[in-house]
C-alpha cells in the first residue's frame, strides 16, 4: 500500500485549475500546428508542470490535435493526484515512448522538443528511440505561451510579492553596525521561508543556481558577479561568488536587498535600498534618480510600445541624470538590459532590453529594476514586478519606495 | 575603475589552491591523452571551478599537453583574482574560440565537451564555430579526475559536515507538538546559513533542483517523490513537491531530517531520525536495524571491495532483519541504492547500488544512507558522509548516532 492523500488532505498544497490546464495546452497546440509540428515531448521541469499540472520525473506528450498524455516514471501515485490530466500512466524506460505514442493513434513525423535545456546525451537517446523522426526546438512555441499570464497566475505572483515583502522587511530589521551580510540575508530568507517561500528559485539554463538572498553592502554591492545582472556582491566564496558575504555592515552605506518571493512555483522579483542611518546626500540622489528611471518605465509599460522603448526610456533618462556610466553597473559589470519577465522562471520573456522588438501586451508580467553601480562605493536600487494591463500597469510587489533606514 | 579585491580583501573567502588546480589538470590531462582527445572544452560552472578555481562565465580549455586557457566573459576581474591559471583572458563570444586556441597553438582535431548537461542548441553553436573538429562527451573522464578527493578537499567536505550537524541540531531545538515540518526546516537552514551555508546544493543534471532542508514527518516522510532518493514529503506544492510541508509534527512521529551542509563548494550529507517523545517500539527497533545496516556498510566501505559489494551487503541484511519490502522505500518508491559518492555535486560517482562494479580507491567520498519506509507511518534511517582510506573509513558527519528526542 502506497501512503495516500487521504493521510494528508488536510494539508495546504495549492493544485493548479484544471481550466488552467486546458487553456494552456489549447494554446500551446495552436501554436504546434501552427509551426508545423506534430507534438511536442516535454521534459524539463518547469514546463511539465505548467502544461501537467505535476512536477514529477515524466514525459508529457502535447499532439497538435488531440488529448495530451504524461508518461511517469516516479512517482505515478502522485502525479494522478496532482494532474487533472486523464492519461496519466506508468513509463518503464524512455525506450517505449514511441509504442506508447502509436498506441493512442500518434504518428509523429516532427516532434518539438526543448533543444534550449535538454541535454546533448539525452537527445540523442530520444533519436535512437524514435526511428524517422526530424525534431526541432519548441521552446520558443512554449515561451510564447507562458509568456502571457492569468488571473490565477498573477494571484499566484501576488502572494510571491508578499513573500518577498516580509522577506525585505526582515534584512531591515536585522540592520545594525557591524552585521554581516550573511546574518541580515538569512533573517530575510527565514522570514520568507516561514511563510511558505519554497527555496529553490528557477533560473533557466545550464549554470543559473541562484541564491534567494541579495543583500550586499558598500563595495561589495558593486563587485562583478559571472551572472548576467547587474546585482553585484562577493558571495561566500568563488564557487557561490555573488550576494551575501561575510562583510560587516557599516553606517551610511546602501544595502542593496534585492529578494525573490516564491509561492506555488511563481516568483516575484523585489529591491530595496536599505541603510544604518542615513545615506551620503549623493547616494541620496542617485536613489531618487532611480526610482525617477523607474516611474519613468512604468509609464511606457504598455501595450503600444515595446520591451526596448521601455528600455530606451530608463537608460535614456539615466543619462540626461548624469548616470549613463553608472546605469546597471559600471565598467565590465554593465549590462544591457533594466527588466526582465517573471513567472515560473526569473528570467522569462520579455527582457527590457536592447534590440528586444516584443511588444508589449496585457497579461506579462515583468520587474523593472534600475540600479546605479558607483564602484568602490555600493550600489543603489529599486525594483517591482508589474502586470501589464490595457491601461496602467499593475504593482505585483507593495513595499514602500523610499529609502528604508534603521537608527544608527 | 573597478572595485578591486583591496577593498574586500579582509573578507573571508576561501580559494582553491594553487597546487589543487595544477595537480586536477595534471590528472585530466593523463586521462584526455589516453582517450585520444586533443583537449578538453569545459563550461559546466562546477567543473569550471574544481579545474580553474573561479566559477565565472567562461569556457576552460585543458589541452592533452600544454598549459590551460581561460576564457571569460563575466566577470575577467573575478577570474584574474580567483584563478591560479595564468593565461585568463576575455571572451566577446564563442565564435571566438578556434581563433583563440590557434593563437596558443592548439589545432584540436578531437574536443571533449560535457555532453551529459550541455543543452543541444549550445552545442550546435560550438559545432558552427570549429570547423573539422569532431566532439566527444568528456565527462566520464571529468567525473574519474572529481572521484578522488585530496586531503584539502576532505578538510572542506569536513567543515560542511559539521554545518550539517548545526542543522540537525537546529531542527530538533525547533520540535514541539505541533510545529509545522516547515518551520522545523527552516530553523535547521537558518543555523546553517549563519555559519556559512552557501544556500545552492548542487546536483548534477536537469530538473535535480533540491532543497537543503528534508524534515518530514509521519505519513509525509514515506509519500513518493520525482527525485531519485527513497527520502519522502509532501513539500510545498506541486512544484517544490519533496522535503518540508505545512505538517504539523505531533508526538511519536519519526521525523526524518536529512540535511547537506555546504563550505566553499563542498557537501556533506547527514540524516538522522529525530520525535517528540520516544517512538513506538516497532520503530526503534526499526531505527536500531538502520544503524546495524549503516554499520555492516561502513566494514566493507574499503580497497577491495566494489560498490555493488556494499550494497548487497547492506540489502541483503535488511532483507534478513524482516525489512526486504522497507528498505530503500516501498513500493513505487522503492530505489535501488543505499548510498552516494559526495563532493561538489550531491550524486557524485560512484552510488551504492546494484549493478555498480567499481572498485573502492582510497580518497572517495561515500555517503551511506539505509533507510526503512513504512507507508502511512513515515520513514526511519541514517546518513553519514565517509572517506574511503586504505584501512577503515573516516567519517565525516559527527552527530551522535541514537536516536534523537526532544521531551513531549
Chains 1, 2 share one sequence.
Not at 2 to 26: F, G, M, N, V
Not at 298 to 323: C, F, K, M, Q, S
Not at 395 to 407: D, Q, S
Amino acid at each position: 500500500m502506497q501512503p495516500t492523500i487521504d493521510q494528508l488532505k488536510d494539508i495546504p498544497y495549492p493544485l493548479t485549475p484544471a481550466s488552467e490546464i486546458a487553456d494552456r495546452i489549447a494554446r500551446l497546440q495552436a501554436k504546434l500546428g501552427a509551426a508545423g509540428l506534430d507534438g511536442a515531448l516535454i521534459v524539463q521541469n518547469v514546463d511539465l508542470h505548467y502544461f501537467s499540472g505535476t512536477m514529477q520525473n515524466a514525459h508529457l506528450y502535447v499532439p497538435a490535435a488531440g488529448e495530451a498524455a504524461l508518461f511517469v516514471w516516479k512517482s505515478l501515485t502522485r502525479a494522478r493526484h496532482e494532474s487533472p490530466l486523464r492519461d496519466v500512466v506508468a513509463l518503464r524506460s524512455p525506450r517505449d515512448l514511441p509504442k506508447l505514442l502509436t498506441e493512442r493513434g500518434y504518428k509523429p513525423a516532427h516532434i518539438g522538443l526543448e533543444l534550449d535545456v535538454l541535454a546533448v546525451n539525452q537527445f540523442r537517446s530520444y533519436e535512437r528511440a524514435f526511428e524517422n523522426v526530424a525534431f526541432s526546438d519548441c521552446w520558443p512555441l512554449i515561451r510564447s505561451v507562458r509568456l502571457i499570464k492569468s488571473a490565477w497566475e498573477v494571484a499566484q505572483i501576488e502572494r510571491a510579492g508578499e513573500i518577498s515583502s516580509a522577506q525585505i522587511s526582515a534584512v531591515l530589521n536585522a540592520l545594525h553596525p557591524g552585521v554581516t551580510e550573511l546574518e541580515a540575508a538569512a533573517a530575510g530568507e527565514y522570514a520568507g521561508r516561514v511563510l511558505g517561500h519554497e527555496y529553490a528559485v528557477r533560473m533557466r539554463g545550464l549554470n543559473n543556481d541562484l541564491d534567494v538572498g541579495y543583500a550586499s553592502s558598500g563595495p561589495s554591492g558593486a563587485y562583478a558577479t559571472a551572472m548576467l545582472t547587474c546585482n553585484g556582491g562577493l558571495g561566500l566564496s568563488p564557487s557561490h561568488a555573488q550576494g551575501a558575504s561575510w562583510r560587516r555592515i557599516q553606517r551610511g552605506e546602501p544595502v542593496l536587498a534585492d529578494f525573490v518571493g516564491l509561492y506555488n512555483g511563481y516568483l516575484a522579483d523585489q529591491t530595496r535600498t536599505l541603510s544604518i542611518g542615513p545615506l551620503p546626500d549623493d547616494l541620496q540622489r542617485a536613489y531618487a534618480a532611480t526610482r525617477q528611471i523607474h516611474d519613468a518605465m512604468v509609464a511606457a509599460l504598455r501595450p503600444g510600445n515595446t520591451a526596448e522603448d521601455v528600455y530606451n526610456i530608463g537608460v535614456g533618462l539615466a543619462g540626461e541624470l548624469g548616470y549613463a556610466e553608472n546605469i546597471q553597473g559600471y565598467g565590465e559589470q554593465q549590462v544591457n538590459f533594466i527588466g526582465h519577465g517573471v513567472g515560473l522562471e526569473l528570467n522569462e520573456w520579455p527582457a527590457i532590453a536592447r534590440s528586444v522588438t516584443e511588444p508589449l501586451q496585457p497579461g506579462m508580467v515583468i520587474a523593472l529594476e534600475p540600479k546605479l553601480a558607483f564602484p568602490a562605493v555600493g550600489m543603489v536600487g529599486i525594483e517591482n514586478t508589474w502586470l501589464v494591463t490595457r491601461d496602467q500597469p499593475r504593482r505585483l510587489t507593495t513595499l514602500p519606495e523610499e529609502l528604508a533606514c534603521v537608527p544608527a
